[in-house]
């Protein structure tokens, strides 16, 4: 009986990662084809995309499952390294500024996690259900702006932390690039303050109020000093 009743938080846990896979799958069957379509676009420029989608799938579902930033944290730190290091193995991307692209992952990671973490605080077990739908919605505007470039408006993406999360880790697989994702990284950092202090005082109301302000003032940022 003991033992039965720790299966359940498992479970539970178990449950955001499982829809990530069907995300990241889809990501994959959409992205790469499309890369093998256009043998002379930048990879990265697939690449970023996708590893922004699967970031914040894992990230957000995985902790709003969870009920704990840290899970979420871990499994999309995690894979992001197992993106980067399948890349740089089969000689997908080329070598790229490796503490960069650490640094990019890992601020995207925390920014994702810590909206997952709020939605398990705010919205109780449904939380998981909120971030799919985030995650989905998310991840279908980055699709559509990658594959078909300009057919949604500049303002919109930049309200996008997605959009953020691709760019920084599009700049940062480019060594020559490395350092032009600035706005994004200070956006993703930003929102993900923001958010853990909605998150550490719920129930109080007031802190959505900067929260809004920042992602909104952030969003300014990346949309006049895009990387």
Do not use: C
């Amino acid at each position: 009986m003991v033992r039965i009743k720790a299966i359940g938080p498992i479970l539970h846990a178990a449950r955001g990662p499982s829809v990530l896979a069907v995300i990241a799958v889809g990501a994959l069957a959409i992205g790469w084809p499309a890369a093998a379509a256009a043998p002379h676009s930048p990879v990265a420029a697939i690449a970023g995309p996708i590893g922004a989608v699967g970031l914040m799938g894992v990230g957000m579902i995985g902790a709003a499952a969870a009920g704990r930033l840290g899970f979420g944290l871990a499994l999309a730190v995690l894979t992001g390294a197992g993106l980067a290091m399948a890349a740089w193995t089969l000689g997908i991307t080329p070598v790229p500024a490796v503490s960069m692209t650490g640094i990019a992952v890992l601020i995207a990671s925390t920014s994702f996690a810590a909206r997952g973490a709020l939605f398990a605080r705010s919205v109780g077990a449904r939380g998981w259900w909120v971030a799919v739908a985030v995650v989905a919605g998310e991840a279908a505007l980055l699709l559509t702006a990658s594959a078909m470039p300009g057919a949604l408006p500049r303002g919109l993406l930049a309200l996008l932390p997605a959009q953020w999360a691709s760019a920084a880790i599009t700049a940062s697989l480019d060594a020559s690039a490395a350092r032009v994702a600035g706005p994004e990284l200070a956006a993703l950092a930003g929102t993900a303050a923001a958010t853990l202090l909605v998150r550490n005082l719920w129930p109080r109301r007031w802190p959505y109020l900067v929260m809004f302000t920042t992602w909104l003032g952030l969003s300014a940022l990346v949309y006049h000093y895009p990387s």
